[in-house]
């Protein structure tokens, strides 16, 4: 990075690798040092909570905060509706007012683990574009705004043109996201001063479309400014683990597995997330992403603690990292371990072990399970499970019972009450 900021908001962006894109660095920076600057990053309503994917995001709008200027949290109740076509193969389903508030309901919890809400220059503000999206005349927003954008250019977006070069549909509805997108920057400016749209570099064009519908209706300036799109070092798109999405809400993935998904950081990319999703300071995300050998391991249990605690406090942290400990060390259940259930009346009748498998988030199917269990990484109360016909009954389930896939990921089945 050849810029060298003045201001602090981009210093950190820059040192902790948060930076892809800017549209204009110093034009940004000379605003972050006047004064506070209101920047927005919008978030959809498509499941009831964010998942491990979103964080950097939401570790952006933090930092905003921490240096002085003011985020703005943008739900999507409006554009949910739409649905974002950028870099996907096909269109979103399409969700019902009632299932979008309820999203939206969900997803508000985890943001005052990262930013301060209230009325001040600095404080955090929560809006969502329905309120200016709901309302609009078809007729008056295509001859008022549309006739602002050019066709020719939208399509030479990458997010577009990808869909369109390998021949898949995209339909009309998708293709107005960006002109949304677009007119809610301009709204944002419009009603909140806001100066700055942040998101990850798949939405460069939608933030590009903003900048230049604010300056042709408004004649004023705003920037943007993109994040990478973040893979794990072996390719995997950041926010998804074997068992599925990372969700940041407790009671979709609780603080134990959550804590476990850190704790399991390939070593590689320990020093890059240090940086990234905790606050430490850069020389000792340095230090420790360099350790080697089992050293690294302490690392990752620095990591797993600090982003645990940032989402669900520092209780939940030490539980998770004590839990953890007394299944890998001491080999016991751990108090803290994800559980799945089994009724009297199933126990009664006997349940598989394979189903158990996957009931407990330990395999995506039953022929996973039975594959893992062929291949000597399934295990029954810390012993090797050889057998994928047992079928456990309601003696065998009397006390709870410890499954384990592979080393570092456990659950217990207990009877319901």
């Not at 690798?17 to 004064?35: H, N, P, R, S």
Request: with cysteine; aromatic share 8%.
């Amino acid at each position: 990075m050849a810029y060298h900021p003045k201001s602090d908001f981009l210093s950190v962006m820059i040192e902790r690798g948060f930076l892809a894109d800017c549209t204009d660095y110093q034009g940004l920076d000379e605003a972050l040092v006047k004064g506070a600057v209101p920047g927005y990053i919008g978030f959809d309503a498509t499941a009831s909570s964010l998942h491990v994917g979103s964080l950097i995001q939401i570790m952006m709008l933090r930092w905003l905060q921490k240096t002085g200027h003011k985020p703005i949290v943008l739900m999507g109740g409006g554009t949910t509706k739409v649905g974002d076509p950028s870099f996907r193969a096909d269109e979103r389903p399409l969700l019902t007012p009632a299932q979008i508030d309820a999203n939206i309901a969900g997803i508000k919890q985890v943001f005052a683990s990262y930013v301060t809400f209230g009325d001040g220059p600095t404080d955090a503000m929560m809006s969502n574009n329905a309120e200016w999206l709901d309302g609009l005349n078809y007729l008056d927003f295509l001859r008022d705004v549309g006739r602002h954008f050019s066709v020719n250019r939208m399509l030479a977006f990458e997010s577009v043109k990808s869909r369109l070069d390998r021949e898949q549909s995209l339909s009309f509805l998708e293709f107005n996201y960006m002109i949304l997108q677009a007119y809610d920057f301009m709204e944002l400016h419009r009603r909140h001063g806001c100066l700055l749209q942040m998101g990850g570099s798949d939405q460069w064009g939608n933030i590009v479309n903003g900048i230049d519908l604010t300056r042709r209706i408004l004649d004023d300036q705003v920037f943007g400014l993109t994040s990478p799109l973040l893979t794990t070092s072996d390719g995997k798109k950041m926010g998804k683990s074997l068992s599925g999405a990372v969700w940041l809400n407790g009671d979709m993935l609780s603080p134990y597995e959550f804590w476990q998904f850190w704790r399991n950081t390939t070593d590689a990319d320990v020093g890059r997330f240090l940086k990234l999703y905790t606050e430490l300071p850069v020389s000792e995300c340095d230090r420790l992403g360099a350790l080697e050998g089992s050293a690294i391991n302490d690392a990752k249990i620095v990591l797993a603690n600090a982003v645990t605690t940032l989402l669900h406090g520092s209780e939940a942290a030490a539980a998770a990292e004590a839990t953890a400990r007394e299944v890998f060390e001491k080999g016991g259940a751990g108090d803290d371990l994800p559980t799945a259930t089994v009724t009297p009346t199933e126990a009664a009748d006997g349940i598989s072990i394979v189903q158990l498998f996957v009931r407990a988030g330990l395999s995506k199917s039953g022929k996973d399970a039975k594959r893992l269990i062929a291949e000597g990484g399934a295990r029954l109360n810390d012993a090797a499970l050889t057998d994928a016909g047992l079928v456990l009954d309601a003696a065998a389930l009397a006390d709870p019972v410890k499954l384990s896939a592979g080393r570092k990921r456990h659950a217990l089945v207990r009877l319901a009450d």
